[in-house]
């Protein structure tokens, strides 16, 4: 190519990087601001996005996740778009070894969640009953989110009601469950004592919501791989991109 022509490729790669990492930071700012939502008023967002967002809620302390990954963006976008901008050599390699990072820890994540499945839910079960525990009939949001998911999933508590046993809430209401756990009329079954003393009496299993809640997510796998697979190939396309300013630099 003539030296006009190389010109005109790198100016052009150099304004398609500038808008790319303007729209990841823009991106970034926005779930940045959806996790302070989420953080502050929860109940919104389950009455806004329904029965699925409230089950995730219930593994992942959403607020905290969309905060860090918003902040993550913020810093990827401004790293890409200023450093194409002002062209610097510096800024585009930062911005190449953040997503380098983030892509490596994405496939470490995808490889450990594929063959270690057991264990992962093992610990997360290990995880969400202690806090159940504790924050049941404390946290008002946490309450309602769950009492959300138990009514609307046909559950009780993460792997069962045996999960409020020594509870907050199982200490302070004179050893009862809760009122989700006690009765299920939309099933057709039996109406439960509150003692829950003999549950194997009544014509239904009390399960719990932990392999209702995965079942949702297995449902939605498709569109999460096939989003993650796009995620990957735009990090690994910003990656190339950079590392060709980069190079072009020197050549300047």
């Avoid at 969309?66 to 050599?89: H, M, N, P, R, T």
């Avoid at 450990?112 to 969400?128: D, G, K, R, W």
């Avoid at 159940?132 to 989110?145: N, R, S």
């Avoid at 009329?185 to 209702?212: E, I, M, Y």
Wanted: charged share 10%.
């Amino acid at each position: 190519l003539s030296p006009g022509a190389k010109m005109g490729c790198f100016t052009f790669i150099k304004v398609m990087m500038i808008l790319f990492n303007l729209a990841i930071f823009l991106c970034g700012g926005t779930l940045l601001g959806v996790g302070i939502w989420v953080k502050v008023d929860g109940q919104s967002f389950v009455d806004i996005f329904g029965t699925l967002s409230s089950s995730i809620l219930q593994i992942v302390n959403v607020s905290y996740v969309l905060i860090v990954i918003g902040s993550i963006l913020l810093v990827i976008g401004f790293l890409g778009c200023y450093g194409a901008q002002k062209e610097s050599k510096c800024l585009l390699m930062m911005f190449f070894s953040v997503v380098l990072i983030i892509f490596i820890v994405e496939v470490a994540v995808a490889v450990v969640a594929l063959v270690y499945t057991s264990l992962a839910e093992s610990l997360l079960s290990a995880v969400v009953t202690p806090i159940l525990k504790e924050k049941y009939g404390v946290d008002d949001t946490f309450t309602h989110i769950w009492n959300t998911t138990m009514t609307k999933v046909h559950c009780c508590g993460l792997n069962n009601y045996t999960d409020f046993n020594d509870s907050v809430w199982y200490n302070t209401h004179d050893g009862t469950y809760p009122e989700q756990c006690l009765y299920f009329p939309f099933w057709g079954c039996c109406v439960l004592t509150t003692s829950l003393a003999h549950p194997h009496l009544c014509g239904c299993p009390l399960q719990g919501c932990f392999d209702q809640i995965l079942e949702e997510i297995r449902t939605n796998a498709g569109v999460a791989g096939g989003v993650a697979a796009g995620i990957a190939a735009l990090e690994i396309a910003a990656m190339a991109v950079s590392m060709y300013l980069y190079c072009r630099l020197d050549e300047k």
